[in-house]
Each structure stands twice: as structure tokens, then as C-alpha cells.
């Protein structure tokens, strides 16, 4: 029994140490310690024994059963370790590889535009008006003295919902809308979308930006009109830049005028951004017709006023040198980054 019980210390020994698993570590555990285990078959032979060699078997027997047990224990904790370890390995990220960049989006240069636009308006203490751009037949033709059947009407290429409803081909409904709710004085101005039934071209979409201005008061001239525009070109266009009114013709203006600058790139001599004329229209401007102001409930007797309507697109371009309008449109990263 001495001798069987040497065999089981040497040979779970061996195994124990060749084990490469915990999984095989427990087999051998069950094979040797477990209730069907050798070293338990053993001990249950131990009835047989006589009364002296009892004892001594006994405390070979366990002996031999802590050392099993903690080469076990030493096995298993190397074995586990040895496993968090290659765990750990095949889990490990790489610190030094360089970062993927984040693209952060950048303004569109019609908003930048916009945003300058307004910048400058604010500056001279103006407020920040909001139309619907689905908006009544009433606000954007018949209010601003554009009656039905008025051939005005032809001159903007309308998209009609019905004959009630339409895109606004224009900001200019705003002027109204404030009109109505507001008493004069007024100051503001309405960056906002308009639509129109134009085919795409390099200086023409369906749908487009205007900034509308409107100010409304005691003895508001031609003079303040004319002022502001210079002051606006000027912050936007550079200091050198002057302005030229063209007499024109709206219904809601009187007089009116169509307001050039001087060629941003040329400077005024002429060059293929101004087609030689030295000079670029970018708004539509007047004093506000009697009419307009007396629909609002407004007393022309009594005050005076000045609107104009801006073309972002074109301002835009000419900010920034952009010759074909679809390009602000088509939102492609490689131009708009640019800006
Ligand atoms: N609404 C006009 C247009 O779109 C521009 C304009 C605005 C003209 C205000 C005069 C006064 O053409």
C-alpha cells in the first residue's frame, strides 16, 4: 500500500506538471482526489490494514493528498495567469497607431454670407424678421400693389399651390407681414429662401436667398436709403467699393432703382467677372410705395420708408470668386472646404 500510494504522489506529479489546461488539471484532479479517484480507493482499502500500520497509512495517505493538493493549487493559479496573460496579448491595442482624423463640417458659404449680411444690419440696429415661405397670393403680389391679372406678376416665374397658395418668389412679403403686426419706426431685415420656375444655369436656380430690408418712419429719404447701401457694400465688398442706383421699376417701390457695386475683382475697370461693365447689380431697392404703406395701416402722410431685396447667391460669388451658382449647391466637400 506504501508503494501504491509513492506511485500515486509520483505519477500525479508528473501529469500535474505536464498539464497545459485548467480543464486538464481538473481531470487529473477528479482522477486521483475524486470520489472515484485513486487516492480514495486506496483509503477504503485500509479496513485490511492492521492496527499499527493503520496510523502511518493514514498520514501517508494524506500526505500524499496535500501534495497532490498543492501542486494543484500552484498549477492552477500559473495556469490561470498564463491564460490572462495571452488574453491580455490578443486584446492589446496599439497606442501608437496614429488616430483616424475627425472631419468637422465647415459653413456654407451662403451661410457665410448671410451671417456677415446680417452682422452688418444688426450692427446698424436692426432686428431679424421671419416669413412662411409657403406663403398667400395676398403677401407676395396683391399687398405689395401687385393686383391679380397685373402683368408685374410674368416678370417672377411663380411656382403656384393653388390660387390662394405659393412659394414666395420672394422676401418682399415680409415687408408686409411686419407692417401689419409692427408700428413704425421699423427696422429689419429677412435673410430667407425664395423660389422661382428658373431653369439651372451657372447664374440661376429655382431656389435662392434673398435678404429683404425694410425701414419705416418720420422722414425717411432717398438719402437714407443711399447711405445704408454704401455702408453695407462697403462692410462687405471692402472699403473701396461704391454703388450706382439704376433708375427701375416695382410695383411697391417709387422710385426705384436696381443697385450696382463696382467689380470686386476689377475694382471698376472691367473684366470678365463684370462682362467689361466694371460695375455688378446685386439688390432691387426703392422708397415704399404709398400704397403699401396705406394697405398696413400705415399713414403715408405722416411717415416714409425705404426697402431693398439683396441676391445672396450673387453676393456670394462675387465674395468669393465663385463663377457658377451650381457649385453652391451640389454640396461637394472638395469646394466647400474651401471656404
Ligand atoms: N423683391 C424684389 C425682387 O425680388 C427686390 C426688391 C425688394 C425691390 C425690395 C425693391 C424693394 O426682385
Redesign the pocket.
Known sequence: MREQLNNIKLEAEKRLNQAGSLAELESIRLQYLGKKGELTAVLRGMGQLTPEERPQIGQLANEVRSFIEKILEAKTKSLQEKERLSRLEKEAIDVTIPGKRRFIGKKHPLSIVMDEIKEVFIGLGYEIAEGPEVELDYYNFEALNIPPGHPARDS?DTFFINDDFLLR????PV?IRVMEKKKPPIKIICPGR?YRSDAVDATHSPIFY?V?GLVVDRGVTMGDLIGTLQLFARSLFGEDTRIRLRPHH?Q??EP?AEVDVSCWSCGGKGCRMCKDEGWIEI????MVHPNVLRICGIDPKEYSGF???LGVERTAMGKFNIDDMRLLYENDMRFLRQF
Open positions: 417672377q418668389s420672394q422676401t418682399s415687408q425664395v434673398q429683404e416695382f411697391f417701390t426705384s439688390l432691387g431697392a426703392g426697402a431693398f431685396g
